[in-house]
């Protein structure tokens, strides 16, 4: 943790978004007004001219050392107060990301971007006119994002606009993410809704939680419906869905099937199978019966001692068997994740994590860069896991780079989480023409996300001004038995209001 004193009171927001900055090259770093026990101090200066051009300096004073850096950018129009709010923050970030990386020898291949979504940028300038080149010196210049990770954003934006050219229309329609709150144990790595479903089920809460679900599928179908809205893509998600048992799981897609609207125009249904050891035959048998084929096998790691130290309580071995057996019962789009910089795992444990998963070729393969997650038991452990250095992660994650495009994978979306191990970012890859229409449509944020279970979150997308309006149903389950008939309610307000 590193201590660093500024020379002026900003904002609240404008030292939040340098205190990001700061985080990306010390842990939990805090940013102070008063210079006692401050480890560094950094000077800003900032103007605008008439000709509505931003000017900012900075000087850090470190270890009887200074280094110092100005930018400045000249913009078009004055614009709104909000613009002008945005265009210093992104001034002050742009000098203090240059010092520190002057200090302390690293460069940050995302430059001064702490976001979520990198590709959103880009297709925010594509919609706007401009071309790639054009678009490539305003993230190098303005942002100092890298060439290679430029190269890889504008990968990924072709590959989305080839797998659906309608995505700048995708706003007239709707997708959705169903949860299930249940898991066999919970990660410790974790934040989702996922509550131990053995203890649930012996409370009573397993089956309550169930009877709620089906009727907030009914009564969102009931709304879907008399609009006559199409739904792009459906995700069922947690928890791992497939903990229910396959009776529980026929019943609920049934009612699905029987609520939704136009499912003859549904593209994509997802269930997410992440846990091995939730996976049966019969399981297997009731997806097929409902035409649903994309799922996710997620071994994080093929070293046992791993899935041992992070409460996965599966076997490796169980893992490859239960690929197989879904693969072998008509499973034809498997995804599978792989999570790099786990405990202990360096360098060998993840080249044969790699080597495992060419065996299988899955149809796409999303990694992971650990990330410190505040509510998880990692992160509120920290000394009893060790996890890799900087250095390390960013070998590993080229491993992968290299290793997808070796074996014919193709990079189609990406985001990025606070405290991410060398700050790294989660990457999907897929076999071409297998990319999940909703990893896009969810990190574009093109649509609204329609949450429906526990834990699910709603994103309103308003179909013309982007705006967006976030809606959140309860994580825990006995919560959301009481309340889900008062969230259908407060969802349908809020749907009415956008597409009225």
């Known amino acids: 943790m590193k201590t660093i004193h500024i020379n002026e009171h900003f904002k609240e927001d404008w030292t939040r978004v340098l205190n990001h900055i700061a985080n990306l090259f010390y842990e939990d770093s805090v940013i102070q007004i008063d210079q006692d026990g401050s480890d560094m101090s950094i000077e800003f200066n900032k103007s605008i001219d008439e000709n509505f051009t931003i000017s900012t300096f900075a000087k850090l004073k470190v270890d009887g050392q200074e280094y110092t850096s100005d930018y400045s950018i000249k913009y078009a129009t004055e614009g709104t107060e909000k613009e002008q709010n945005i265009r210093m923050k992104r001034a002050l970030s742009h000098v203090m990301l240059d010092v520190l990386e002057q200090y302390s020898g690293m460069t940050q291949q995302w430059g001064i971007l702490t976001g979520v979504r990198p590709t959103k940028l880009y ?21 100092r994002i890298s060439d290679q990770k430029i190269a890889l954003m504008k990968a990924i934006v072709e590959r989305q606009l080839t797998v659906i050219p309608d995505l700048d ?9 169903i949860g299930v709150p249940f898991c066999p144990t ?33 009564e969102m179908g009931k709304w879907l419906t008399e609009k006559n809205m199409r739904i792009t ?65 997620n071994p994080q790691s093929y070293t046992q001692e791993t899935l041992k130290a992070i409460g996965r309580h599966h076997t490796v071995e169980e893992t490859v068997e239960k690929f197989w057996l879904s693969r072998n019962s008509g499973m034809n789009n498997i995804n599978m994740d792989l999570i790099i910089g786990l405990p202990n795992e360096g360098i060998e444990e993840f080249e044969h994590s790699l080597a495992e998963s060419a065996k299988m070729q899955p149809e796409s393969l999303t990694v992971h860069t650990l990330s410190f997650k505040r509510a998880s038991e990692m992160t509120r452990n920290k000394d009893k896991y060790k996890v890799a250095d900087r250095d390390t992660v960013g070998k590993m994650m080229q491993m992968a780079t290299e290793w997808t495009a ?47 279970g526990c ?17 959140h149903n309860p994580k825990d389950p006995a919560a959301y038995i009481l309340t889900f008939e008062e969230s259908i309610a407060k969802k349908i307000a809020i749907l009415d209001e956008l597409y009225s």
């Open 123 to 143: 297709h925010k300038y594509r919609k706007a006119g401009m071309n790639d080149e054009q678009i490539a010196a305003v993230l190098k210049e303005d942002y």
């Open 169 to 177: 229309e995708l706003g007239k329609e709707i997708s959705i993410y």
């Open 186 to 218: 919970m990660c410790a790595y974790c934040t989702f809704p996922a509550y131990a479903i053995q203890s649930n089920r012996k409370a009573g809460r397993v089956e309550k939680f169930i009877d709620g679900l089906h009727i907030e599928l009914r």
């Open 233 to 297: 893509s459906i995700y069922w998600g947690g928890g791992t869905p497939t903990s229910i048992e396959a009776h529980e799981m026929d019943a609920l897609y049934k009612t699905m099937f029987d609520a939704f609207p136009n499912p003859e125009s549904i593209r994509e249904i997802t269930v997410e199978a992440g846990r091995p050891d939730t996976i049966t035959p019969e399981k297997i048998e009731v997806l097929k019966k409902w035409g649903i084929d994309r799922i996710s096998v």
């Open 406 to 452: 070796e074996n014919g994978y193709v990079p189609y979306y990406l985001y990025r989480q606070k405290n991410i191990l060398g700050n790294l970012e989660n990457v999907g890859y897929c076999k071409p023409e297998e990319e999940s229409i909703y990893n896009i449509v969810i990190m574009e944020e093109v649509q609204t996300i329609l949450g429906i």
């Open 455 to 471: 834990g699910a979150s709603s994103k309103f997308v308003h179909p013309t001004t982007g705006k967006i309006t976030q809606f």
